[in-house]
């Protein structure tokens, strides 16, 4: 039985939409909210502004791409769905940046995964980085708010294998580990979460918040780049955006100008930056673009007697925090254990190495597992640190610098994982740097890791979260909103999304995002009706 297609259903009721790939002729957009992006924060302020009684418009660069277009095969999916076409890199190229960019953002292509900001990390920021009323207290009925719009549950269904063997690692050796909780309903189990959901299990943007908007009367402006913001002074006149192709890459030449009384940047942490560094927002402090975090990622690759099958299955149904808060939040650089699924075309740059040698290592894939820990940077003076800035062409870049500190954890972290993994049945382990073969014991594993030059380029590098570049505090100069998401000079221009956070989190950044951008836009929405 076919699953329904629920934006074809609401477009034949009469949502309405505007494709910028097919303009023939310039357009002016009005609104009383003009909202850049249509991801975690994008979609959930829509609704929220939407259900309050205004007319939201939502503005997405990406391609409108439905449950009827998610065939789950990679080679179509990284290219249509995914910021420049799944290539996006740091600027030296040596980190992959995985961001969505498509009607519904990043939380279109995750792998579901559900984690309230850390108690820490909020502590953290209200002690260090002068942001005010998002304490754990005030933000748990935020969470818990988002958590039953969206089916946040932890994931009742028993591991995958490749899940499996952080269960049974940290088992063995006493560490802690729990179930993930995630945004889904009926969920197929199928394992494709990062191609577009194919039967609207995954409560993404696209079958909830932004659903919910056009059908109050809000308007989704897509195939669409938001080139600058048109600024008078102290207020934002509006936004000029360029209709893009088909294929969302080159510019038609179409030109949609949009006026709106209030606006909200959530292109997410490069691009939000890079919106306001290309419109010459005022920024006397320098601080757009500055402090961008990457929750920087190291795998470690196992080889089991037993089918394994990573490809098969919720992506990320087990987790373990035994090493993120061990030295407190200001210590040692600490790290959250998880799993990515492994389908091939992805496996193949990940296994690393060419020819037969990589041949041999895919050959395997069916007996793979392989985990990945999620550095927690920018806690610690000497964490690595990102600064978006523009290519010659305007396009928004993060130059993101490594340092000791940061290699540190990298290195502890690979020591962390193959000990889980040997522990949880592995005959063999592979930390993913270009120096390192297969080790068959912990001990061979240990002296391998300690002796691996961890430089750039060698050492394989990825992350799925930035956040960071517009971070919120009520100090001017060093923030660039105060803690209610208000730009600190535009007095009509809000942030809602994830480069508001000071720091990166030390978990997989959507419900932060959902949960902090719900309790801003219900606020906006009632300072806008008493204005």
Not at 135 to 141: G, K
Not at 148 to 162: F, H, M, S
Not at 168 to 187: D, F, K, T
Not at 219 to 228: F, K, T
Request: proline letters at 5%.
């Amino acid at each position: 039985m076919p699953v329904p297609d629920l934006f074809a259903e609401g477009l034949a009721r009469g949502w309405k939409t505007h494709n910028g790939s097919r303009l023939e002729q310039d357009l002016t957009l009005e609104a009383d909210v003009a909202i850049v992006g249509s991801g975690a924060g994008g979609g959930t302020s829509a609704e929220i502004l939407s259900a309050a009684g205004f007319k939201v418009l939502l503005i997405e660069e990406g391609p409108l791409k439905t449950s009827g277009d998610f065939k789950m095969q990679e080679a179509e999916a990284y290219a249509s769905l995914y910021q420049e076409g799944i290539g996006r890199m740091s600027k030296d190229g040596a980190i992959t940046i995985l961001q969505g960019r498509a009607v519904g953002g990043t939380t279109l292509v995750n792998w579901t995964s559900s984690f309230r900001t850390p108690e820490q990390t909020l502590q953290h920021w209200a002690r260090e980085h002068d942001v005010k009323g998002h304490d754990p207290e005030a933000m748990a009925p935020w969470f818990e708010r988002m958590e039953q719009r969206l089916g946040v549950a932890p994931w009742a269904v028993p591991p995958n294998a490749n899940n499996q063997v952080i269960r049974s690692g940290c088992e063995r050796l006493g560490y802690s580990w729990q179930v993930i909780p995630r945004n889904v309903r009926g969920c197929w189990n199928l394992g494709y979460c990062g191609m577009g959901c194919p039967t609207n299990a995954k409560q993404s943007m696209l079958v909830t918040t932004i659903p919910a908007t056009l059908e109050q009367g809000g308007e989704l402006l897509y195939l669409a780049r938001a080139e600058r913001l048109l600024i008078d002074g102290e207020r934002v006149t509006g936004i000029e955006c360029l209709g893009l192709d088909a294929r969302g890459v080159e510019p038609t030449g179409r030109r949609i100008r949009v006026k709106a009384k209030h606006y909200i940047l959530a292109g997410g942490g490069i691009n939000t930056p890079g919106l306001l560094l290309r419109s010459g927002a005022p920024d006397p402090h320098q601080r757009a673009g500055r402090r961008t975090f990457l929750h920087l990622v190291n795998f470690s690759a196992a080889q089991f007697e037993q089918v394994i099958n990573p490809f098969y299955g919720a992506p990320q149904s087990i987790y373990s925090d035994h090493f993120q808060w061990q030295d407190g939040p200001t210590g040692r650089l600490s790290y959250k254990l998880e799993v990515p699924p492994l389908h091939p075309a992805l496996s193949a740059t990940l296994l690393g190495r060419f020819g037969i040698d990589n041949a041999l290592r895919m050959a395997q894939l069916p007996h793979t597992n392989v985990m990945l820990a999620l550095m927690r940077d920018g806690f610690h003076p000497d964490s690595a640190e990102g600064r978006v800035e523009l290519r010659g062409d305007g396009s928004p870049v993060l130059d993101y610098r490594m340092t000791d500190y940061s290699w540190d954890g990298v290195r502890r972290a690979f020591h962390s994982m193959a000990e889980i993994q040997f522990a949880a049945g592995a005959k063999a382990v592979l930390p993913l740097h270009a120096d390192a073969g297969y080790a068959t014991t912990l001990d061979e594993a240990r002296r391998l890791i300690d002796q691996l030059a961890l430089e750039l380029y060698r050492t394989r590098l990825s992350s799925a979260h930035v956040m960071g570049g517009c971070a919120m505090g009520e100090d001017p100069r060093q923030a660039v909103t105060d803690s209610l998401g208000r730009h600190h000079q535009l007095a009509n221009l809000s942030i809602h999304d994830g480069s508001l956070f000071p720091t990166s989190i030390g978990a997989n950044p959507q419900l932060s995002i959902f949960g902090l951008t719900a309790k801003l836009a219900t606020g906006l929405a009632e300072r806008l009706k008493s204005a």
